[in-house]
């Protein structure tokens, strides 16, 4: 089941959780008020794959059923490309508990100044490792 998103639809929000156990990702979305679906785990590496498709700016029909989900892709006009997986069973990790409802501290930072820091870490790992390979004997 952690290998999966977990899809939840209620009062008018639809809700994706992921989780490798140590992070936790949501995202949240306002959907029409007369759309359901009650906790549902589809496969991560189809979504990704959605994600990293020529459909990942365009809208995406979404069809749950008793044990798959289906995701239609591209425009009516030129025909629907249909992606159909079946859904994973098992519990997801009621992950409402992991989020904090009350925060000490709320820091607010550019986006660009964490992926500075990210990037100065990748570069200074690479070179830590290029020295290393450098002094290794034959």
Same mark, same amino acid.
């Given at each position: 089941?952690?290998? %999966?998103?977990?899809? *939840?639809i209620?009062?008018?929000?639809?809700?994706?959780?992921?989780t *490798? =156990?140590? +992070?936790?990702?949501?995202?949240? *979305?306002?959907?029409? !008020? %007369?759309? #359901?679906?009650? %906790?549902?785990?589809?496969p991560? !590496?189809?979504?990704? %794959?959605?994600?990293? =498709?020529?459909?990942?700016?365009? *809208?995406?029909?979404?069809?749950? &059923? $008793?044990n @798959?989900?289906?995701?239609?892709?591209?425009? !009516?006009?030129?025909?629907? $490309?249909?992606?159909?997986a079946?859904?994973? #069973?098992? !519990?997801?990790?009621?992950?409402? @508990?992991?989020?904090? @409802?009350?925060?000490?501290?709320?820091?607010?930072? &550019?986006?660009e100044?964490?992926?500075?820091? $990210?990037?100065?870490?990748?570069? =200074?790992?690479? #070179?830590?490792? &290029? +020295?290393?390979?450098? @002094?290794?004997?034959?």
């Amino acid at each position: 089941v952690l290998t %999966g998103i977990y899809i *939840d639809i209620s009062d008018g929000v639809l809700s994706m959780v992921a989780t *490798d =156990s140590y +992070r936790l990702a949501l995202a949240r *979305d306002d959907v029409d !008020k %007369g759309i #359901s679906a009650t %906790g549902v785990v589809a496969p991560a !590496k189809v979504l990704d %794959g959605i994600a990293k =498709s020529e459909y990942k700016e365009s *809208d995406i029909e979404v069809n749950i &059923e $008793d044990n @798959q989900i289906s995701f239609y892709l591209g425009e !009516k006009s030129k025909g629907k $490309d249909v992606i159909v997986a079946r859904l994973l #069973s098992g !519990k997801f990790p009621e992950y409402n @508990q992991l989020i904090p @409802q009350k925060l000490k501290h709320n820091i607010l930072i &550019e986006k660009e100044k964490i992926l500075d820091v $990210d990037s100065a870490h990748h570069h =200074s790992e690479n #070179s830590c490792r &290029e +020295r290393q390979a450098a @002094q290794l004997p034959e």
